[in-house]
């Protein structure tokens, strides 16, 4: 059973441009989170999908970040117009369907470095 | 407020000895406790989890974690270090819930001298 799957693992991108990171959650799984580590720093949430739906988006910077889970295919952290704070670690962790289990899987991260 | 507090930066354990990595929470429900592990450039493996039953929980690697709720702590502990111990350790809480974000700590580093 794969883990959750992240790409690319490390993503370089000049400032003003566009950065996708995708992710693939586990098998079975349909709730997805995105979180956000800086240098130096612990975890901070950003955004919690389920399919087709944006559930709770209250880490999100309120611009140029966004993210969609449609019925097919990856999760996708789309962050427009790059700026050197937006360096940093991105890590996607999904959880069961069912059940209350508030445990989260997470994937190998992408490292976005602005330049 | 909801927070982790993870004390230590960093710590320096000599292989074979003792290791005591501190975690202190504050959080307005009942918490769904963990700890996970960070490797240089990989992402986060979960060592341990507790949320309820026995204060003393074990986990992968020869980890355990004890959770005392008078004191808010949830400390990860291994009786004998390994050198491929050397990691980021967090700690983290949440609710027994799906779709609840994580909070974590900044992270505590472990370094293993020989």
């Known amino acids: 059973n794969a883990g959750v799957m992240q790409n690319p693992r490390h993503l370089v991108r000049r400032r003003g441009q566009e950065a996708r990171l995708r992710c693939s959650p586990m098998?079975?799984?349909?709730?997805v989170y995105w979180y956000r580590q800086l240098p130096e720093e612990g975890l901070k949430f950003m955004v919690y999908?389920?399919?087709?739906?944006?559930?709770?988006e209250s880490g999100m910077p309120k611009e140029r970040f966004s993210a969609e889970f449609p019925k097919e295919g990856p999760s996708i952290l789309r962050i427009q117009q790059v700026v050197r704070g937006d360096s940093a670690a991105y890590f996607c962790?999904?959880?069961?369907?069912?059940?209350?289990?508030?445990?989260?899987?997470f994937g190998p991260g992408t490292r976005l470095t602005v330049t | 407020a909801q927070s982790v507090t993870q004390p230590d930066i960093h710590i320096t354990v000599s292989e074979g000895a003792s290791l005591e990595l501190r975690c202190n929470y504050s959080?307005?429900?009942?918490?769904?406790l963990f700890w996970y592990v960070q490797s240089p450039g990989q992402g986060l493996q979960l060592l341990l989890k507790?949320?309820?039953?026995?204060?003393l929980v074990q986990g992968i690697k020869g980890f355990e974690a004890e959770f005392k709720r008078s004191q808010s702590s949830f400390n990860l502990r291994k009786p004998s270090v390994h050198w491929s111990d050397a990691a980021e350790y967090f700690c983290?809480?949440?609710?027994?819930?799906?779709?609840?974000?994580?909070?974590f700590g900044k992270g505590t580093t472990l370094s293993v001298s020989s």
């Open positions: 962790a999904s959880s069961p369907t069912s059940g209350t289990s508030g445990e989260q899987y």
């Open positions: 098998k079975g799984h349909s709730h």
């Open positions: 999908l389920q399919k087709e739906n944006i559930i709770d």
């Open positions: 959080y307005g429900a009942t918490p769904y």
């Open positions: 507790y949320f309820s039953g026995d204060t």
């Open positions: 983290a809480v949440g609710l027994n819930q799906a779709g609840t974000a994580l909070i």
